[in-house]
């Protein structure tokens, strides 16, 4: 299921909830995670200290976003680094075609980056005869599956070990095998030749530094190590808002990063690069930054939407909520699934096709209560429901059934008396039906006396 359409997400969803084998595969992974995620974030006694600090330290470069992307740009320029300034996804591409034509590039090794999905780099570089490896191995899986990521740290969530084993074996040739390790080594032996023979070299950044030009950037598997160093020329495509003020900053997210995406006290690798090879024996001898804006910028001129900039992509909301614990990331028919991703992608990509997104939520606040940089994720997806409302977006029905709700609030006396009404319908047997919601739910049961019946009764005693 490779689904980027934003108008199936009923669609989606209801193939989801029907869907037994994804059910019990985000089961199994998310409460495994979200248990191991308690346990490392329990050792840490200044966690709510640390969270506020990561707070500020976004909330700050964010307000003052401009002027670190210059000093990082002055400063990585100083450092032989090259940058390029993108207005969207058509232009960062363009860059990136421009520079492996100069180069002859015929293969390109890419470490996992949400902001490539974003722009839809890989494909686009296949269409241009460019071959195109995947090398984080949840990427690899759902290239060889032809899927989206269900997940920004864990593409391949919704998938079991049965099922990555039978995919090998198509795709790959291989005897199947669903024994993790034997499936890793698999992935190994064929990601090893596409390192050694790699042309350029393509990742993300987890942050950029403005005080020193430094790109960093956090993995498990050495796999952006490789990407980043083998091939003669590297290029890292980050959205604008990955900038942080100061090196140090990084002793606070490196301590909350692994542990909200991972559940790790630490992730196994940290690259901090900072220059080409002409200074660094162990770099590539051209490296590009790409800085991305592709929407971002909407976001950075609503004062209620912009600390969803905050973001450092550890995708902790989309484990923590019911919703997507339910259906998955596919189902949102988004790169960005989830909480943060029902904010992110109607402000950056479609307003209009993902209204509906923000209403993927239950608001009850969890996303909030696990975000590492404290994002009121639950006010602005409230918010964008505000203004969907405004923009026409919800049916009639639910308009009529609001607006005698409303009627009903201001009144008492036809509140209760609708409550009468609705006590006595249930009691001769009539049971409300409304297509499609009824399919899957039932309405609550209406307790026999109101709230104001018992009160009057005891104040009469």
């Known amino acids: 299921m490779r689904n980027h359409d934003l108008t199936k997400f009923k669609e989606n ?43 500020n330290i976004r909330k700050h470069t964010i307000e003052n976003l401009a002027y670190y992307l210059e000093n990082f740009e002055k400063k990585a320029t100083e450092n032989g680094i090259k940058i390029l300034w993108a207005k969207d996804a058509a232009e960062a591409r363009s860059y990136v075609i421009d520079i492996a034509r100069r180069i002859n590039a015929k293969l390109c090794v890419k470490s996992k980056s949400m902001v490539t999905e974003e722009i839809g780099l890989r494909e686009f570089l296949e269409e241009k005869g460019i071959e195109t490896v995947e090398t984080d191995l949840g990427e690899f899986i759902v290239q060889l599956a032809n899927e989206m990521p269900s997940h920004i740290t864990a593409p391949a969530m919704h998938k079991s070990r049965d099922e990555i084993g039978k995919l090998f074996a198509e795709k790959l040739g291989v005897d199947f095998t669903n024994e993790p390790e034997n499936l890793t080594k698999i992935a190994r032996r064929f990601l090893r030749e596409k390192f050694l023979n790699a042309d350029l070299g393509i990742s993300g950044a987890n942050f950029l530094v403005a005080e020193t030009g430094s790109i960093v950037i956090v993995e498990n598997e050495g796999n952006a190590g490789l990407s980043t160093t083998l091939p003669k020329v590297h290029i890292v495509i980050a959205g604008i808002e990955k900038v942080i003020p100061r090196l140090v900053d990084l002793t606070i997210f490196f301590k909350i990063l692994g542990r909200s995406a991972t559940a790790q006290r630490f992730t196994s690798y940290v690259s901090i690069i900072n220059a080409p090879r002409n200074k660094k024996p162990d770099s590539p001898e051209e490296i590009y930054v790409i800085l991305v804006d592709n929407g971002r910028t909407n976001l950075l001129r609503s004062e209620k939407l912009k600390q ?22 596919h189902a ?122 018992i009160w009057r009764r005891q104040e009469s005693k």
């Open 13 to 55: 969803v209801l193939w989801a909830l029907t869907n037994q084998t994804l059910r019990k595969n985000l089961n199994r992974a998310i409460t495994h995670t979200l248990s191991k995620r308690i346990e490392v974030v329990s050792e840490l006694t200044n966690w709510e200290e640390l969270r506020e600090k990561a707070h």
């Open 308 to 329: 969803a900039l905050y973001c450092i992509k550890c995708g902790a909301c989309m484990l923590a909520c019911p919703i997507y614990q339910r259906v998955g990331g």
């Open 332 to 453: 949102y028919g988004s790169i960005y699934p989830g909480p943060i991703g029902s904010v992110l992608t109607p402000v950056q990509f479609a307003f209009d096709e993902a209204l509906i997104l923000p209403f993927a939520s239950s608001l009850c606040g969890k996303c909030h209560e696990i975000c590492p940089v404290k994002i009121e994720i639950h006010h602005l997806l409230l918010w964008l429901r505000h203004k969907a409302v405004e923009q026409d977006f919800s049916p009639w029905i639910e308009k009529l059934i609001f607006k005698l709700w409303l009627i009903g609030m201001k009144n008492h006396k036809l509140y209760e008396f609708g409550a009468k009404i609705l006590r006595y319908i249930r009691k001769i047997g009539i049971k409300p039906e409304l297509k499609n919601w009824s399919k899957w739910r039932t309405f609550p049961e209406i307790a026999p006396k109101s709230f104001r019946e």
